[in-house]
């Protein structure tokens, strides 16, 4: 099964938490024991795994990858703007992809785990892919 789901970034650089939207298109492909790819198809936006239980989290990680690649002019490359010479980099850091292994037609990830979009240049719209392969019922 294929899906997309599509999201609208409120911030120039912030995680959401999407892990509902993932485990419903994992209910509604019926898929009970397989994989969930899931895919970013964009330079500026990555995908990762961490704890979803506290927004200060999120704000951590945002902050410390902000430190990490701070926006600036003296990139080699600003094509766009500096902002989207930052995201590159930080997709590359965070990544653009994700297998979840789907055990009894759940994404098998810890109780305390949560599957999060990291947006670098926003606020945009953006996709995200999902490919869930496996037996079913």
Known sequence: MYKEIELKTEASECLINITKEIQQAVD??????????????HTTAG??????????TLKDIVAETHRLVPTRVDFYHT??????????????LI???LSLIVKNGEIAIGSSQSVMF??????RK???LLRIIGDSE
Do not use: Q, W
């Open 28 to 41: 509604d492909s019926k898929i009970k024991e397989g994989v969930c790819v899931v895919f970013v198809p």
């Open 126 to 128: 953006r996709r995200v």
């Open 118 to 123: 990291f947006e670098f240049d926003g606020p």
């Open 95 to 97: 990544g653009n992809s």
């Open 79 to 92: 094509y766009d703007t500096p902002a989207d010479a930052a995201g590159h980099i930080k997709s590359v």
């Open 47 to 56: 995908i990762t795994i961490n704890s979803g239980m506290d927004n200060l």
